[in-house]
């Protein structure tokens, strides 16, 4: 299995202010043939399921706001909130759909400071 | 636009067989992957297996021995049963379109069903 590890678990920021975090993957992700990273990531608003917001590790879902960003490649990735704003407080996974059992990252859960 | 639905029942007692459907509306179930994933209260999420519309399925092998997909494509609608359940199977239980064939992301995602083991 692919172990996906996030972190930190949690983290306090301002608003406007930029919030980083990490995911790495116990192996590589990276389909060599097609040179895409197979990584999404997720945003989980309270009592709501969780929304796809990037996927191929950089690549935005459409509507998803541009201060979102994901980058990385291999085994170690990140997910950028450039300017954090009161509606991003969720908690935010990573998951791996390089190979099945397909595996989600802890969480991170993001809040204002 | 495509929404999933997840019904069934809320409480199940330790030892029976958890059964969850998944009912997909605004498109058709045919050419997709069809995935369950579960949250335990408070924790993340775990895959729990998919199926294709031709009634394929990839099991999670930490389930695989007490797991059944199916799939019914005439009333749009998929389902799982989990036997010889514990509390530890306790969560909410969702299911979600892999909208891709061939690429196993999810989008969308039903609201979920929070299950409860308990005698």
């Known amino acids: 299995d692919i172990v996906m590890t996030q972190s930190p678990d949690s983290l306090a920021v301002s608003l406007g202010e930029r919030a980083t975090i990490s995911c790495k993957s116990s192996?590589?992700?990276?389909?060599?043939?097609?040179?895409?990273?197979?990584l999404a990531w997720y945003q989980q608003k309270p009592g709501q399921p969780p929304k796809l917001l990037i996927n191929w590790a950089s690549t935005r879902e459409s509507g998803v706001p541009d201060r979102f960003s994901g980058s990385g490649s291999g085994t170690d990735f990140t997910l950028t909130i450039s300017s954090l704003q009161a509606e991003d407080v969720a908690v935010y996974y990573c998951q791996q759909h390089y190979s099945t059992p397909l595996t989600f990252g802890g969480g991170t859960k993001v809040e204002i400071k | 636009q495509v929404q999933l639905r997840e019904s069934g029942p809320g409480l199940v007692k330790p030892s029976e067989t958890l059964s969850l459907t998944c009912t997909v509306s605004?498109?058709?179930?045919?050419?997709?992957?069809w995935s369950w994933i579960r949250q335990p209260p408070g924790k993340g999420l775990e895959w729990i297996g998919y199926i294709f519309y031709t009634g394929s399925t990839n099991y999670n092998p930490s389930l695989k021995s007490r797991l059944t997909l199916s799939i019914d494509t005439s009333k749009n609608q998929f389902s799982l049963h989990l036997s010889s359940v514990t509390a530890a199977d306790t969560a909410i239980y969702y299911c979600a379109r892999q909208p891709v064939l061939a690429y196993n992301y999810f989008d969308p995602w039903g609201q979920g069903t929070l299950v409860i083991v308990s005698s």
């Open positions: 192996q590589s992700v990276l389909y060599s043939s097609v040179n895409k990273n197979f």
């Open positions: 605004g498109g058709s179930i045919d050419s997709y992957y």
